[in-house]
C-alpha cells in the first residue's frame, strides 16, 4: 500500500457525516421540542411532559394509537404466517408459474401507494364492503406480505440443503421435516419479518387515509389530518410516541437478525 | 404440486384479489362516464378521462387545449428527476465514507442509515414544519446565535417539497450504493494508484463505474416513490406545489371525477412501469451482452 492517506477520503468524509446530520437533526429537534415545557414550538424552555399528559388525555388520539396498533398486530400476523407458507413453496422451486407468483408477491412494493390506496379504496366501494378498521387491516395485509416474505425467502435460501436431506433419510415426512429442521432455522428470520411487517402497517399514512372509515382513523391518519390544521405540541408528542415505537421494534429485529442470521 | 399451490394460495389469493383486481377495477372505472352527482355509471363507456386530460370544453362548448394536468405531471417528474440527482450526489461520497471505515463502525452506520429507512415518514416530513416554517427553529436558532434575523420564507414552495423527498428518499439511495460498493476489491484501487492515478481519477475511472450497479437501483427506488409522492407535496408544498399524488387525491376528495382519478392514477402506474422496464432492460443489456 502506498501509504493510508490515500484510502482517505477527506471530501466523502466530510459530506458523508453531513448527511447523517442531514438525516437525523430534524428527528432530534422534534423530539426535543416534544419534552418542552412552552408551547413556541421553537425554542426550549425546560423539560416537560406535559405533551404527553395532553395526548393520553385525548380519548381521540388513544383510540387512534389503539386502532394503529390492532391494525400493525394483525395485519402483521396474518402477512407473516402467509408468507411463511409461500417461501416456504417457492424455496428452491422452479416450476411453470413460479415467477409470476413471486412478480405478485413483489406487486405491493411497486404500485405507488396512493395508486393502492384508490384502487383499493374502489373495490371496497364496489362490492359493498364497509369501511372501517377491518378494511384497514385487509389492505395493510397487502402492504405487508412482501416485508414479511423477503427475509424469510432470504433465510431459507441460505440454509443448507443437506439438512433437509438428513432428515428425509431418517424417515421424517414433510410436515416433519418442517416442523423439527426448517422452523427452529427461520425463526430468527420469521420474528424480523414480522416486526418489519408491523413497523410496514404502523407507518403507512396514504392506503389507511383512503380506506379507513369513520371511527377506525389509525393515529398516522390522526397526525396527518392535526398537521394539515397546523403545527402543535400534541403532535410533537404524538410524532415522537410514533417514532420511538417503530426505532424500538426496528432495532429489536435487526438485533434478532444479526445474533442469528 | 397440489402441497405448493395450497402453501402460496393465502400470499397471492391475497394480493391478486386486494391489489391486482383492485388495479383491474381501476383500469375499467377510467373508461367509464362520470356520474351526476360523484362516482360513475356502470356500463356507460367513454374516453372523456383520458381527454380531459390533454383539452377541455371551452364556453361555447369547444375542446380547446389544457395544459394544466400536463404541467403537475411535467412538475412531478422535475421534482422527482431532481430528488433522485440530490440524492446520487450526496449518498455516492457518504456510501464511499462508509465503505472505507472500519467494519464495526460500518455495521453500525449501516443500521444509522438503515433506521430513517423504518421510521415513519409522516413523522419525519411533519419535523420539517418544525423546522422550516416562519418562526421555526431554524429561524429561531439563526437568531439565537447572534447572526441577526433570517426571513426563510421556504415552507409552502417546492423548495421546501424538494427538500422533504431528498430527505424522505435519502437511505434509499445510500444502502443500494453501499452494497455495490461492499465488496470492492481494494486490489483494483491499489492497482490504479500503482499506475500513477491520482485520487480524483481513480474516483472517477475505478470506484464510479463499480457503483454504477447500486446507483441505478437506488436512482430507481428514489425516483419511482418521488413521483407518486403524497406526503411530503401535501405537508411542504402547499397548495402550490401540486403533484401527481394530490391531483389523484383530489379527483377522489373535492372534484368527485372518479374516473378522472382512476385515468390519472392509471397513467402514473404506466410510468412507474416504464421506469422499471427501463431499468431491467439496462440491467440485462450489461449482464448479457
Known amino acids: 500500500m502506498t501509504g493510508l492517506s490515500l484510502w482517505r477520503m477527506p471530501g466523502a468524509r466530510v459530506i458523508g457525516v453531513a448527511a447523517l446530520l442531514f438525516l437525523y437533526l430534524p428527528i432530534l429537534v422534534l423530539v426535543a421540542l416534544s419534552f418542552s415545557a412552552d408551547d413556541s414550538l421553537a425554542g426550549w424552555s425546560g423539560f416537560s411532559l406535559r405533551w404527553y399528559r395532553a395526548v393520553f388525555a385525548d380519548d381521540n388520539m388513544l383510540a387512534a394509537l389503539r386502532h394503529s396498533l390492532v391494525v400493525a398486530s394483525c395485519a402483521a400476523t396474518f402477512a407473516t404466517a402467509s408468507a411463511i407458507m409461500a417461501a416456504v413453496a417457492l424455496d428452491r422451486a422452479r416450476f411453470r408459474g413460479s415467477s409470476t407468483v413471486e412478480a405478485l408477491l413483489g406487486l405491493p412494493l411497486v404500485v405507488p401507494e396512493i395508486v393502492a390506496g384508490i384502487a383499493v379504496l374502489l373495490f371496497f366501494v364496489l362490492i359493498g364492503f364497509r369501511l372501517g378498521l377491518i378494511s384497514v387491516i385487509v389492505a395493510h395485509i397487502v402492504l405487508v406480505i412482501p416485508l414479511a416474505y423477503l427475509p424469510i425467502r432470504a433465510r431459507l435460501s441460505g440454509l443448507d440443503p443437506s439438512l433437509k436431506e438428513a432428515a428425509a433419510d431418517l424417515y421424517a415426512g414433510p410436515v416433519a421435516c418442517f416442523r423439527r429442521i426448517t422452523l427452529p432455522l427461520i425463526r430468527p428470520a420469521i420474528a424480523a419479518g414480522f416486526m418489519l411487517a408491523f413497523i410496514g402497517s404502523l407507518g403507512d399514512v396514504v392506503v389507511s387515509y383512503f380506506v379507513a372509515g369513520p371511527g377506525a382513523t389509525t393515529l398516522p391518519v390522526y397526525v396527518f389530518a392535526m398537521v394539515r390544521m397546523g403545527v402543535s405540541p400534541e403532535v410533537n408528542a404524538a410524532s415522537t410516541l410514533l417514532l420511538l415505537i417503530s426505532i424500538a421494534v426496528f432495532t429489536l429485529s435487526s438485533r434478532i437478525s444479526r445474533r442469528f442470521m | 404440486m397440489i402441497r405448493k399451490v395450497a402453501l402460496l394460495a393465502p400470499a397471492a389469493l391475497w394480493i391478486g384479489v386486494f391489489l391486482a383486481a383492485p388495479l383491474g377495477l381501476m383500469a375499467y372505472v377510467s373508461t367509464l362516464q362520470r356520474g351526476p352527482g360523484g362516482g360513475v355509471i356502470w356500463g356507460a363507456h367513454t374516453a372523456d378521462a383520458y381527454v380531459r386530460f390533454l383539452f377541455e370544453r ?124 461492499e465488496r470492492l476489491d481494494r486490489r483494483l484501487v491499489e492497482a490504479a494508484y500503482d499506475l500513477g492515478a491520482t485520487k480524483p481519477r481513480m474516483i472517477r475511472r475505478v470506484i464510479l463505474p463499480l457503483s454504477r450497479p447500486g446507483l441505478f437501483a437506488g436512482g430507481l427506488l428514489v425516483f419511482v416513490p418521488g413521483l407518486g409522492a403524497f406526503v411530503s407535496p401535501e405537508l411542504l408544498g402547499g397548495g402550490k406545489t401540486l403533484m401527481i399524488g394530490g391531483l389523484i387525491q383530489q379527483q377522489f376528495g373535492q372534484a368527485r371525477n372518479w374516473p378522472f382519478g382512476a385515468a390519472l392514477s392509471f397513467v402514473l402506474l404506466a410510468l412507474v412501469l416504464v421506469a422499471l422496464v427501463v431499468r431491467t432492460l439496462r440491467v440485462r443489456g450489461r449482464v448479457l451482452p
Open chain 2, 58 to 181: 371551452d364556453l361555447s362548448d369547444e375542446w380547446v387545449i389544457n395544459t394544466d394536468y400536463l404541467r403537475i405531471f411535467a412538475r412531478s417528474i422535475w421534482l422527482a428527476g431532481v430528488t433522485t440527482l440530490l440524492c446520487g450526489m450526496i449518498a455516492f461520497p457518504t456510501a464511499l465514507w462508509m465503505v472505507f471505515q472500519p467494519p464495526r463502525q460500518r455495521l453500525l452506520l449501516v443500521f444509522l442509515v438503515t433506521v430513517p429507512f423504518w421510521t415513519n415518514l409522516l413523522v419525519r416530513t411533519y419535523a420539517w414544519i418544525l423546522l422550516l416554517r416562519t418562526g421555526g427553529v431554524i429561524e429561531h436558532a439563526w437568531a439565537w446565535s447572534g447572526l441577526g434575523t433570517l426571513r426563510l420564507n421556504i415552507l409552502y414552495t417546492p423548495w421546501a417539497t424538494l427538500i422533504g423527498l431528498v430527505y424522505s428518499f435519502l437511505p434509499y439511495m445510500i444502502l443500494p450504493i453501499y452494497v455495490s460498493l
